[in-house]
């Protein structure tokens, strides 16, 4: 089998250790593929095996800016080269745009909130000015780990503070005006999604914050003793319904693995605003909850490797 190995594309190393420990549970080694830089032969065949994609949108913010711009050429030139890709290029150009995944969710009949995507500060003042009473969401559209997310009460403070150009943009020059989902006990659930079916759910006790990073590393203690995030995995948190739904835009999309976040209005309706190809899990709530998904994660990947790529390697007459 070590003739096909797994190869895990990422850009931080902090972020692999639960993957690292679930691989060497099966004896199994893995090929880390960082690509916080490097370059690619394009006339030369990639090397064997299965490849995992874990490239982040929130890259930029450890100083890999271009990270995913390349992660997408690496992809392109694995799979022309037949290289089964498990979040191959479906999930990366969803990965870092966020206009896109609402408009494929909302496609697959998940609901979403309502939410205008604006190059330029003039644009979100316009679309601003046009915006129902109540609270908004002004956020990147090229996301990650909270960062950027302003919350206003109304929109016509949005219209001042672009005039003002004093609003946080995105990294891609787009910014996204949403509907704020009020939610009854400020909680929001993150589903987990393995080999495209739910895994489990997590209640995610936001404590105000929009920085909910489910890692490990992402929980400094200050964060923690002050109250920060608590994820709790919960049961029957996602109607069959809507479960459904979600299955069938991850398998249109070509997404094998997912963490899908949503909040419920007051009435209960659930609306998807994010949804992260590369995925963390809490250790905390599965260490209550006595489950790994990360082992799951790496359990489908060598089973993904050994039903693709079982049969013996091409064979002879190959020039
Ligand atoms: N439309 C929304 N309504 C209510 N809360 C939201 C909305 N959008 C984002 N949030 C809050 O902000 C957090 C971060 O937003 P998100 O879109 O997930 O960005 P990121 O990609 O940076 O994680 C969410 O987990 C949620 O708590
Ligand atoms: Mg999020």
Redesign the pocket.
């Known amino acids: 089998m070590t003739d096909q190995p797994i190869h895990v594309i990422h850009e931080n190393p902090e972020w692999l250790p639960p993957f690292e420990r679930a691989f060497a549970v099966r004896g199994e080694a893995f090929v880390d593929l960082d690509l916080s830089d490097g370059a690619i032969d394009l006339a030369a065949e990639p090397p064997a095996g299965l490849f995992y994609n874990r490239m982040s949108?929130s890259a930029h913010s450890r100083g890999h800016r271009y990270s995913p711009e390349y992660a997408s050429a690496v992809i392109a030139w694995l799979e022309a080269h037949g290289r089964p890709v498990i979040n191959g290029s479906g999930a990366i150009s969803l990965e870092v745009n966020k206009a896109a995944q609402l408009a494929k969710l909302k496609r697959a009949g998940v609901p979403v909130?309502r939410t205008v995507a604006a190059l330029g500060d003039a644009r979100v003042a316009e679309a601003a000015k046009l915006w129902d009473e109540g609270p908004v969401?002004v956020?990147p559209n090229r996301?990650?780990?909270?960062?950027g997310?302003q919350l206003f009460e109304d929109a016509r403070e949005v219209v001042e503070r672009a005039a003002a150009g004093t609003l946080q943009g995105s990294i891609d020059g787009i910014t996204l005006l949403?509907?704020?989902?009020a939610t009854a006990d400020g909680s929001?659930t993150r589903a987990e999604f393995i080999g495209g079916k739910l895994f489990y759910a997590v209640r995610i006790d936001?404590g105000g914050t929009?920085e909910?990073c489910p890692a490990d590393v992402c929980a400094p203690e200050e964060a923690e003793a002050t109250g920060g995030p608590v994820f709790t995995v919960v049961e029957n948190a996602v109607e069959p319904a809507f479960q459904a739904s979600i299955e069938r835009f991850l398998a249109d999309g070509g997404i094998d693995i997912a963490g899908v976040?949503f909040?419920r209005d007051a009435q209960g309706r659930p609306f998807v605003?994010?949804v992260n190809t590369n995925t963390n899990y809490n250790p905390d709530a599965e260490a209550a909850a006595g489950v790994s998904a990360p082992q799951a994660l790496v359990d489908y990947l060598i089973r993904e490797r050994n039903r693709r790529l079982a049969a013996p390697k091409v064979a002879a007459g190959r020039g």
């Open positions: 949108a909130p969401i956020k996301g990650g780990k909270g960062l997310i949403q509907d704020y989902i929001v936001t929009f909910l976040e909040a605003y994010d």
